[in-house]
């Protein structure tokens, strides 16, 4: 009788994964950008919703004795709930905050708060605070003409690293 030989391969084992590779990071930033846009669709309806009640809460005030400056300060805030609002549908479009949006909406805001307060009841340091606020964001408004909508083309790593070179070089 002859006895077969049977020859094992020796079993590799496989190379251990480290823990932090065996996650797929693009499923997971997936899921974490559907969230965000979850979050950013319900602040939508929540804003939607106070604006809807701040308008009523305007129109009961005008059927009633309107007083001009409450009425001011309510249709201000609704604006700035509309620019909010605006913000929010420019983040799920295009997954970016805009600046003249947001610079607009510190704008109305100030002003808003300037007109409630009353001009001539408030310390003249605030006006002077609130004024070189309003120059602030008037400049932002002119900067952002010349800043590009994405940060394509902005590397300043890569501008450091060249300009580092080319003194090493010399």
């Known amino acids: 009788m002859t ?3 049977t020859t094992e391969t020796p079993v590799i ?9 065996q996650f797929r990071r693009v499923q997971i930033v997936q899921a974490l950008e559907s969230i965000q846009d979850l979050i950013a669709i319900c602040l939508c309806m929540g804003l939607f919703c106070v604006m809807v009640l701040e308008l009523r809460s305007i129109f009961m005030a005008l059927l009633s004795a309107p007083q001009f400056h409450e009425v001011t300060a309510d249709i201000l805030y ?5 620019e ?5 549908i420019i983040y799920l479009q295009e997954q970016r905050v ?7 909406i510190a704008i109305v805001s100030a002003l808003r708060e300037v007109i409630v307060k009353g001009v001539l009841e408030a310390d003249w340091r605030q006006i002077l605070a ?8 008037a400049v932002l408004l002119v900067v952002r003409v010349w800043l590009p909508p994405t940060f394509a083309g902005v590397d300043p790593e890569g501008k450091m690293s060249a300009r580092v ?4 070089e010399h």
């Not at 084992?13 to 590779?21: F, L």
């Not at 609704?78 to 509309?82: D, E, F, H, T």
């Not at 070179?165 to 090493?168: I, K, P, Q, T, Y």
């Open 3 to 5: 006895q077969a030989t």
């Open 13 to 21: 084992p496989a190379p251990a994964v480290p823990w932090h590779q």
């Open 78 to 82: 609704i604006l700035i709930l509309v």
């Open 84 to 88: 909010l609002f605006r913000l929010l």
């Open 98 to 104: 805009s600046i003249g949006v947001s610079v607009e």
């Open 130 to 137: 609130v004024c070189a606020f309003l120059m602030a964001m």
């Open 165 to 168: 070179r080319h003194l090493s």
